[in-house]
């Protein structure tokens, strides 16, 4: 049988002496992708090429890459090249080098914008390539069209020696093959070539000159001469298990490869630049946010479920909204049936979806009762408001019984071929969750490390799953139920994204948040990817948090997760881009370096950074001879002046009487129970007692001595969580945190080290050189900067790698440049890394990073970012605008900082976490019922006004309240350029003008929250009369319930024909509507 012959040729300039270019592929000539493997390419005149015979029939994927020594560079393209090809066929084919995509070429290859905006039918398939006759030459003409709409076309035009096809009659259309790349066919008589070519976008509605690409003409030659005398003609072959170079005359006289019927190429792949549009293109769309749980449809059960995203996205495409923005859906039941657990961000699995999303109409068939009842239900649930508990207690019964029934119905449905082929895509983490979720309810509890030994040993968890997914085990029924509730969750899921993508035009974007809860599946599974040791928050900041924040969450062990070539987080990408388009990454910085702080501490005072240098011993002595001698530096300096000022009545004052003496007795308590005195030649008075000599002892003894559980009132929490507050004082005075770093031991400096009475002991020298120690420690850059950009380069370039996604960071807070228009200024380097891959930023009016500006102007916004007008964490534009003063009734939520410390700053155990009486909900959420009303509800909107006017002049206003006053006052004035007084209350047309700056803006994307768009025309049918009844998350409370929901149906929001065409309208001429 005859041999295909292949010349492959690329051009590539770059190389000098001793550096080569390779071609790899998949088959065993080019190496099967194994790079030692591949083919070195010869070199004439900087194009480079190898001949290789294929004597089978076959497909062949291959790329190029550049070799220095032992250093390999890959081209970056975003897909493998291919071409069929059959034996006795000449190929020619000429490559073009790839280097890093344009900002345009990479977004417009992501999912959002090629399978949603861009998402076209499937045209005819591209035809099969045959060899021509002997004295013609077919020529295959391919281009990458970064940014074409779905009612656009592409076609080729040009001109031989023999014939021109410059117009519309004679161009020829191309087919679409792996996007953004279009081919055809044309065939040539040889002596036609060369041909001169350019390609034009033409439109359905008819034929547009100004869409011919600008430039030059490209051309195609005549295909290479084979001439076999040449000294240089080779041919590679593949003999002996691997590929030899070997000279032609020698392989056609040892029977290797025949001699080729013709001195030249019969076929040519000739591969184009990316299409030269006539004006710069830009991806440009507008969306809109709101969490899945917050949608109302007449069919919803309690809460927006995934079926809803469909009709939701039904109204974007009627308004030109092109994305839905989302918060996580994944299951969230750590405390079983809580509404603790009405937080999307506070995970029991990164993989897993919520329940609670679930459509029980779509679970045919349903039993009788269940279908009778479900009308009553919907009735009753589905309010403005969220009744998590309800609706998830009422869903979690009925899928039981309904699971029942499926078991035995038609067979049942393990044999189903859906249900089986679920199971392969999920078995990387479903067996581990679902596993995980049955020994839960077996043992009450999510907080697996309190579970018996067997069941919690790392070495144990594999053979667990293995036997728990066995027919055969007694509790396979239970595992067995949530896989079938994750198998109909994620196919009403995927069914709701393929409608929105390809029947609406409408992607969603989905959210991933910083870490993952300890107590989940996850950090039961895949320990090994967390460092169950030390917790992730923030450093502390003189700005915003003095004392920083401990998240509570378990650090991810990054070592671990590289080493195994980022496999866990690669399918968690995975598993997202089932559901969504664009993908947000929550707290990007982290991804940089994180602030970890170690388990036995619950300050976030004793953190260091991860990735960070730390400082050994013997850069100590450097340092005007530091040294910690007998734990000077390192153990609290505690003196009686210090606890008398932390727990003294009158912090420190003078009292009187009875008052004095009761403070005393306390302050003599506490040195009695927590500390003991000190040796005289120390500067301290006293050391902590053993038992009691790390803040997790403390409150491990405080919990158990005042019996603390998730049912102790405010009072209760609130005195616990200040006095541990003031323990922190005594536990963080000190000058340097010790860290074992393998042999030795390591030191950090503490933040704010002058405030310390350790410091205010020590000499000045010594007090000179641990305050500079401290500047450039936390100055990061300086000190740390080439392991932090290190580091993000790995993990957002792993990221990037790893999914389809359109990938957005969350960088909201960072300081800017100077202009404030999202540029990347030099010591930026996270924005920096940013912009190379091609990641969205994220800019928020309110939120600027910079203290000297208090907000941006989105006309200075660069176009890498995502435009927003507020977020899930912040008062929507209503509420801001009112400054309303902080609560201060004990029974809202935003004031129970004790139970927020408990939840994020303490590992429950089986005591506190268990799923049996969960605590009731605060009473009330952020919402109007917190701030001062009008109690006459039957007084008119003018009234109403005017005594919240007089109201609020006559609160006491504290500086806070008159800084935020100023802030807004400067906004009215100066960014609306209004004249006029500023109203306490936010008017629609001012809102309005707001949105249209962010519409107008440079930002590719313009994401807006609901309760602000839907804003701009007053309306009270479409958005919630009182604007704090708006808000979805308060941050300053952990116990905050998530109950926001929208006030009318999707249906009948559908219905709004004038806010709909205002909305368009806007859409339509910010050119967020167009493809390119």
């Known amino acids: 049988m005859s041999s295909a012959f ?13 550096e080569d270019v390779y071609i790899c592929g998949s088959e065993e000539i080019l190496g099967e992708w194994n790079p030692s493997n591949a083919i070195r390419l010869q070199c004439k005149d900087f194009i480079w090429f190898a001949f290789l015979t294929i004597p089978l029939r076959t497909n062949i994927e291959y790329k190029y890459f550049f070799k220095s020594g032992d250093y390999i560079r890959w081209e970056e393209r975003s897909h493998f090249r291919s071409f069929d090809v059959a034996p006795g066929e000449i190929v020619e084919v000429r490559d073009l080098w790839h280097d890093r995509a344009n900002f345009t070429e990479d977004i417009s290859s992501t999912s959002l914008i090629q399978d949603v905006c861009m998402h076209r039918e499937k045209s005819d398939e591209f035809p099969k390539v045959e060899k021509p006759d002997d004295e013609k030459v077919s020529v295959v003409f391919e281009i990458p069209v970064p940014l074409i709409s779905p009612q656009e076309s592409i076609h080729l035009i040009g001109a031989s020696k023999k014939n021109k096809f410059w ?90 490869c025949q001699s080729p019927t013709a001195g030249h190429a019969q ?64 299951d969230t039941a750590v405390n079983g049936v809580s509404w603790m657990d009405s937080d999307p961000f506070s995970s029991v699995s990164s993989f897993a979806l919520h ?26 649930l589905n309010t403005p408001k969220l009744d998590y508990e309800a609706t998830l207690k009422l869903k979690l019964s009925y899928l039981e019984r309904i699971f029942d029934l499926h078991l035995t119905h038609d067979g049942g449905f393990e044999r189903d071929e859906e249900f089986i082929q679920f199971q392969k895509d999920s078995a990387y983490w479903m067996p581990s969750y679902a596993v995980f979720k049955t020994l839960s309810s077996q043992n009450g509890t999510t907080n697996w490390q309190g579970w018996p030994e067997e069941l919690s040993d790392a070495c144990n968890v594999e053979k667990i799953v293995a036997e728990m997914t066995q027919p055969a085990h007694c509790l396979y029924r239970e595992v067995l139920f949530h896989m079938w509730v994750q198998f109909h969750l994620d196919r009403q899921f995927r069914e709701a994204s393929r409608r929105c993508a390809c029947e609406l035009h409408v992607g969603l974007k989905g959210d991933i948040p910083v870490g993952c809860e300890l107590r989940s599946a996850d950090t039961w599974y895949f320990r090994k990817y967390f460092r169950l040791d030390m917790r992730v928050g923030s450093r502390p900041d003189a700005a915003s948090a003095p004392e ?25 990408l995975k598993a997202m881009e089932r559901f969504f388009h664009a993908c947000q990454v929550d707290q990007l910085l982290s991804y940089c370096r994180s602030w970890l702080i170690p388990r036995e501490s619950l300050s976030a005072l004793h953190g260091r950074f991860v990735p960070g240098r730390l400082v050994s011993e013997g850069e100590l ?119 074992d770093e393998g042999e030795e031991v390591s030191y950090a400096p503490r933040f704010n080290v002058a405030s310390t009475v350790s410091w205010k002991m020590l000499g000045a020298d010594w007090q000179d050189a641990l305050l500079q120690l401290e500047r450039e420690y936390f100055s990061e850059w300086g000190w740390h900067g080439e392991l932090f950009e290190k580091s993000a380069w790995t993990k957002l370039g792993k990221m990037k790698e790893a999914t389809r996604m359109l990938l957005c960071g969350d960088d909201v807070g960072l300081a800017v440049d100077d202009n404030c228009g999202g540029g990347f200024s030099s010591s930026s380097f996270l924005r920096r890394i940013m912009h190379s891959l091609h990641i969205l930023g994220l800019r928020v009016q309110r939120v600027t990073g910079n203290p000297s500006e208090n907000y941006f102007h989105p006309k200075n916004y660069s176009e890498d970012v995502i435009a927003a007008t507020s977020t899930h964490d912040m008062p929507p534009l209503r509420a801001w605008w009112q400054i309303t003063p902080p609560p201060t009734s004990s029974s809202s939520s935003s004031s129970s900082p004790s139970l927020s410390f408990l939840k994020y700053n303490y590992d429950y155990d089986s005591s506190i976490s268990s799923f049996s009486s969960p605590p009731p909900p605060p009473s009330s959420s952020f919402s109007s019922s917190t701030f001062p009303q009008s109690e006459d509800k039957d007084k008119d909107e003018f009234t109403e006004e005017k005594e919240k006017e007089e109201k609020e002049e006559n609160l006491p206003l504290s500086p806070q309240f008159q800084i935020e006053s100023c802030i807004r006052d400067r906004f009215w004035y100066n960014t609306l350029c209004n004249s006029s007084p500023r109203p306490s209350s936010l008017p629609s047309d001012q809102l309005e003008r707001i949105i249209d700056m962010h519409m107008f803006s440079p930002a590719m994307i313009a994401i807006f929250l609901y309760q602000d768009i839907v804003a701009i025309l007053p309306d009270d049918e479409v958005y919630h009369k009182d604007p704090w009844d708006e ?43 167009r493809i390119h």
């Open 355 to 380: 329940p609670i999303y679930i459509n029980i109409d779509s679970l045919q068939p349903l039993p009788a009762d269940i279908a009778a009842d479900l009308p009553t239900q919907r009735e009753k």
């Open 167 to 256: 117009n519309l009659a004679g161009a020829q259309k191309l087919f679409e093959a792996e996007a953004p790349f279009f081919k055809c066919i044309r065939s040539f008589d040889f002596d036609e070539l060369p041909v001169q070519y350019k390609f034009v976008l033409t439109h359905n509605l008819g034929w547009e000159c100004e869409n011919i690409e600008t430039g030059p003409n490209s051309e195609c030659g005549k295909p290479m001469p084979i001439d076999l005398n040449l000294p240089d003609a080779v041919v590679w072959t593949f003999q002996e298990g691997k590929a030899k170079a070997v000279h032609f005359t020698d392989a056609i006289a040892s029977h290797m």
């Open 267 to 330: 076929i040519i792949f000739i591969e184009s630049p990316s299409f030269r549009y006539p004006n710069e293109p830009h991806f440009r769309a507008a969306g809109v946010a709101i969490p899945v749980f917050a949608l109302r449809s007449k069919q919803s059960l309690g809460v927006g479920e995934f079926a809803d995203l469909p009709l939701l996205a039904k109204w974007c495409q009627m308004a030109g909204l092109r994305v839905v923005q989302l918060l996580p859906v994944t």
């Open 6 to 18: 292949v010349c492959f040729c690329v051009n590539y300039e770059h190389t000098c002496f001793g």
């Open 548 to 572: 920083g924040q401990n998240w509570g969450i378990p650090a991810f062990n990054w070592e671990n997760i590289l080493a195994d070539n980022f496999e866990w987080w690669g399918k968690r």
């Open 1031 to 1073: 808000v979805i998350n308060n941050p300053d409370s952990k116990k905050h319930y998530w109950q926001y929901r929208m006030p009318c149906f999707i249906e009948r929001l559908m219905e709004k024909s004038v806010l709909i065409e205002r909305i368009k309208g806007k859409v339509v001429h910010s050119g967020r509507l």
């Open 621 to 739: 002595v450097k340092r005007s001879g530091l040294k910690d001698l007998y734990g000077r530096l390192t153990l609290p300096v505690i003196t009686k002046g210090l606890v008398e000022q932390v727990f003294g009545k009158n912090n420190g004052g003078e009292g009187e009487g009875e008052e004095e003496e009761e403070g005393e007795e306390e302050i003599e308590q506490i040195i009695r129970t927590f500390l003991e005195p000190a040796e005289e030649s120390a500067d301290s008075d006293y050391v902590f007692r053993e038992e009691f000599n790390t803040e997790r002892k403390i409150a491990d003894y405080l919990i158990e001595q005042l019996g603390i559980n998730d049912e102790s009132g405010e009072e209760e929490l609130a005195a616990l969580d200040s006095f541990l507050r003031k323990m922190h004082v005594l536990t963080n005075s000190v000058c340097l945190y010790a860290f």
